[in-house]
Each structure stands twice: as C-alpha cells, then as structure tokens.
C-alpha cells in the first residue's frame, strides 16, 4: 500500500503566499505523474496542476502564473507553492500519484486533502 500525506494548508488573507507539500511512502519501487487538484464546497474536484516524472508541468488556466508544482523524486515528494492567493483559492487542495510497486503494478492514489483558506 502507499500512503499520500499533504501538509501545509492554513488561513491566508488575499495576495498571501503558501506551500503545500505531499510526500508519498510505503510500497514504492517508482512514481510516474503526480499532481494536485482541489475542490471548493459545492463545486467539482478540479486539476490544479501535474508534473510527470521528468519534470513537465501543467496548469489550470485559473492558477497559471501563480502556482508552481515541483517535486524531489528522492524524496517521493511533489510540492505546489501558491503566490498571489485569492478567496476563489479556498479549497481543500488533494495531491494524487501514478505509482508503480515492486511487482510492476501501477496504481493510482489520493492523499487525504490540506485546507486552503483565503480572506478578502
């Protein structure tokens, strides 16, 4: 099993910056891409950004300009640093991955999700 736990999430007022983070353990032998969505209440779970194993990246049109994912692929860790926060950021942010295990089975996974709160 793999295990996702994101940190990082906390009450901003708007133009503020954070950091969230996502690191992946358990039954790993790779990681493909990894990624983080968000889902305000009432609304859809939606992309925020991904990043594939060999750094390409990709963004909600929303956040581009703003936010930007990276990850540490030796820590087993994506990361998003937000800048220029606004209150249509408030979310719960969840981070996903594609992972493979030791036996060449690929599985997707979901981390908990980190709340985002931003104040006018």
């Known amino acids: 099993q793999v295990q996702l736990v994101e940190s990082g999430g906390d009450l901003v007022q708007a133009g503020g910056s954070l950091r969230l983070s996502c690191a992946a353990s358990?039954?790993?032998?790779?990681?493909?891409?990894m990624g983080w969505h968000r889902q305000a209440p009432g609304k859809q779970r939606e992309l925020v950004a991904g990043?594939?194993?060999?750094?390409?990246?990709n963004y909600a049109g929303s956040v581009k300009g703003r936010f930007t994912i990276s990850r540490d692929n030796a820590k087993n860790t994506v990361y998003l640093q937000m800048n220029s926060l606004k209150p249509d950021d408030t979310a719960v942010y969840y981070c996903?991955?594609?992972?493979?295990?030791?036996?060449?089975?690929?599985?997707?996974?979901w981390g908990q999700g980190t709340q985002v709160t931003v104040s006018s």
């Open positions: 990043i594939t194993s060999g750094g390409s990246t």
């Open positions: 358990g039954s790993i032998f790779s990681i493909n891409a």
């Open positions: 996903d991955a594609d992972v493979r295990d030791r036996f060449g089975l690929s599985n997707h996974y």
